[in-house]
């Protein structure tokens, strides 16, 4: 009989460490070289107002050799980016040398730790200067923003805890992982990053790797709506990491749907999920309701995230894998629910590759599209960068300014559907293509008139019609 009880004991102990060895550790650290690199970026001159810059420039060391310093670190090139060729697009985000260098200023509490984690990801003069400003800069945010706040940071890092050692942050991982139908390393831990914000409301996070930055200001009291948006992050990463066999699936189930709308609500897809998902079924979880402001601020991404979210919600209490099921259902929604966004440039706009003949009208779109999910942005029309737009599954914008009649003819010869219209090169026009992966191509021919005064004229309400 004791040998019996001692094996009981012993299988309920196993099953206890088993069943904590299953859960992915979740660590949370605050980071002061990461808080610098923050502050160096939001002290610019080319960044919009905020707290920490009205600090800077309040303070004494707001001097023409500190300015210098803050726009020569600005123009330090650390974007570098690697695709996988073999996912289809945009299914997998490509990496990012920021992404690693962010991740390395995350998760270091030392420079010196930082320079030995991310030697070689840029060339080795530009990440010297990038450190050694850090580095010059760490004292000044320390003295201007760490100590004043030390008090407030320790709050909002307790109050994050308190999700890690509930463990609600490694079962609503799982829920991820579960839903995603996405393996995952449980022996790599996922680290979060406290960033303090002295902007009274400020509430943000961005993911990379097995990193998540949690941005929120010092005085916030929601933080059930913080864990929530760490959460809408992180589902981000475990979408990304589906395996490739999930992501040609996923991409074969909404082409099989044959409706005209598959690649936008397919491009809709990501951030849908991770609204239902990350702060739908969370903060219905964690408040037996979901409130209108839990949403995503995006009219798109909201009110597809509301309208899939019964089948999200379903999905999960029974424990099933998103399955070609569940995208029948989504490309149904989006099909009965939201007819008229293919043709609202809103929408179209949000992923977007847009190839122009000078940078300056990148502006327009910049200003008048300013949210996005995907943007790539080219000055160089020519064979190579349309055979590169030709591949992308997302809108596609072309501006010609100069050689025209080359121009559209080297369009017309890569898009078979611009054949049977007649664009008369010398004269200023748009004009709207559906091509055969489902997205828009969109030409612009100007002489005189701006993008700008072209697309106000054409689209006056941003509609296709």
């Given at each position: 009989?004791?040998?019996?009880?001692?094996?009981?004991v012993?299988?309920?102990?196993?099953?206890?460490?088993?069943?904590?060895?299953?859960?992915?550790?979740?660590?949370?650290?605050?980071?002061?070289?990461?808080?610098?690199?923050?502050?160096?970026?939001?002290?610019?001159?080319?960044?919009?107002?905020?707290?920490?810059?009205?600090?800077?420039?309040?303070?004494?060391?707001?001097?023409?050799n500190?300015?210098?310093?803050?726009?020569?670190?600005?123009?330090?090139?650390?974007?570098?980016?690697?695709?996988?060729?073999?996912?289809?697009?945009?299914?997998?985000?490509?990496?990012?040398?920021?992404d690693?260098?962010?991740?390395?200023?995350?998760?270091?509490?030392?420079?010196?730790?930082?320079?030995?984690?991310?030697?070689?990801?840029?060339?080795?003069?530009?990440?010297?200067?990038?450190?050694?400003?850090?580095?010059?800069?760490?004292?000044?945010?320390?003295?201007?923003?760490?100590?004043?706040?030390?008090?407030?940071l320790?709050?909002?890092?307790?109050?994050?805890?308190?999700?890690?050692k509930?463990?609600?942050?490694?079962?609503?991982?799982?829920?991820?992982?579960?839903?995603?139908?996405?393996?995952?390393?449980?022996?790599?831990?996922?680290?979060?990053?406290?960033?303090?914000?002295?902007?009274?409301?400020?509430?943000?996070?961005?993911a990379?790797?097995?990193?998540?930055?949690?941005?929120?200001?010092?005085?916030?009291?929601?933080?059930?709506?913080?864990?929530?948006?760490?959460?809408?992050?992180?589902?981000?990463?475990?979408?990304?990491?589906?395996?490739?066999?999930?992501?040609?699936?996923?991409?074969?189930?909404f082409?099989?749907?044959?409706?005209?709308?598959?690649?936008?609500?397919?491009?809709?897809?990501n951030?849908?999920?991770?609204?239902?998902?990350g702060?739908?079924?969370?903060?219905?979880?964690?408040?037996?309701?979901?409130?209108d402001?839990?949403?995503?601020?995006n009219?798109?991404?909201?009110?597809?995230?509301?309208?899939?979210y019964?089948?999200?919600?379903k999905?999960?209490?029974?424990?099933?894998?998103?399955?070609?099921?569940?995208?029948?259902?989504y490309?149904?929604?989006?099909?009965?629910?939201?007819?008229?966004?293919?043709?609202?440039?809103?929408?179209?706009?949000?992923?977007?590759?847009?190839?122009?003949?000078?940078?300056?009208?990148?502006?327009?779109?910049?200003?008048?599209?300013?949210?996005y999910?995907?943007?790539?942005?080219?000055?160089?029309?020519?064979?190579?960068?349309?055979?590169?737009?030709?591949?992308?599954?997302?809108?596609?914008?072309?501006?010609?300014?100069?050689?025209?009649?080359e121009?559209?003819?080297?369009?017309?010869?890569n898009?078979?559907?611009?054949?049977?219209?007649?664009?008369n090169?010398?004269?200023?026009?748009?004009?709207?293509?559906?091509?055969?992966?489902?997205?828009?191509?969109?030409i612009?021919?100007?002489y005189?008139?701006?993008?700008?005064?072209?697309?106000?004229?054409?689209?006056?309400?941003?509609?296709?019609?």
């Amino acid at each position: 009989m004791k040998k019996n009880l001692i094996l009981i004991v012993f299988l309920v102990h196993s099953g206890l460490t088993l069943l904590a060895q299953d859960r992915v550790k979740f660590k949370l650290h605050f980071s002061e070289i990461y808080a610098t690199y923050d502050f160096l970026t939001k002290i610019s001159d080319n960044y919009p107002d905020n707290d920490l810059k009205t600090i800077y420039t309040n303070s004494k060391y707001n001097t023409e050799n500190y300015k210098k310093q803050v726009s020569d670190f600005e123009k330090i090139r650390l974007n570098y980016t690697y695709s996988y060729d073999q996912y289809p697009q945009p299914l997998k985000v490509a990496m990012m040398s920021v992404d690693l260098l962010e991740k390395n200023l995350a998760t270091s509490q030392t420079m010196q730790e930082f320079r030995n984690k991310s030697l070689g990801i840029i060339p080795n003069e530009d990440l010297i200067a990038f450190s050694e400003t850090i580095e010059k800069f760490q004292p000044i945010y320390h003295e201007l923003v760490a100590l004043p706040n030390i008090s407030a940071l320790e709050e909002q890092k307790t109050n994050l805890l308190n999700y890690v050692k509930s463990n609600q942050f490694s079962d609503c991982f799982q829920i991820g992982l579960s839903f995603y139908n996405t393996a995952w390393d449980k022996s790599v831990p996922f680290e979060l990053n406290l960033l303090p914000s002295l902007d009274k409301g400020n509430l943000g996070a961005r993911a990379f790797f097995n990193v998540a930055v949690c941005e929120a200001s010092l005085g916030l009291k929601d933080h059930k709506s913080f864990f929530s948006v760490a959460m809408h992050e992180i589902y981000h990463i475990i979408y990304d990491n589906q395996s490739l066999q999930l992501k040609n699936n996923i991409q074969q189930w909404f082409n099989k749907t044959n409706s005209p709308n598959s690649q936008y609500a397919l491009l809709l897809l990501n951030e849908v999920l991770a609204t239902a998902l990350g702060n739908a079924y969370i903060m219905e979880q964690l408040n037996g309701k979901i409130e209108d402001d839990d949403w995503y601020g995006n009219k798109y991404i909201a009110e597809m995230s509301k309208a899939i979210y019964p089948t999200v919600k379903k999905y999960v209490e029974n424990k099933k894998a998103i399955d070609e099921d569940f995208i029948k259902t989504y490309v149904q929604l989006y099909d009965t629910n939201f007819p008229n966004w293919p043709n609202e440039l809103m929408h179209l706009f949000m992923y977007r590759y847009i190839v122009t003949d000078t940078r300056d009208d990148w502006q327009y779109f910049r200003k008048t599209y300013r949210f996005y999910s995907y943007n790539r942005l080219s000055g160089n029309i020519s064979e190579s960068e349309i055979e590169k737009a030709k591949n992308s599954p997302l809108t596609k914008c072309f501006v010609i300014s100069t050689k025209h009649k080359e121009k559209i003819g080297l369009l017309r010869n890569n898009f078979p559907e611009t054949k049977k219209r007649n664009m008369n090169y010398k004269k200023e026009f748009i004009e709207i293509f559906m091509l055969e992966d489902r997205t828009k191509l969109i030409i612009i021919n100007k002489y005189e008139s701006t993008v700008e005064d072209l697309m106000k004229k054409y689209f006056p309400n941003n509609i296709i019609k």
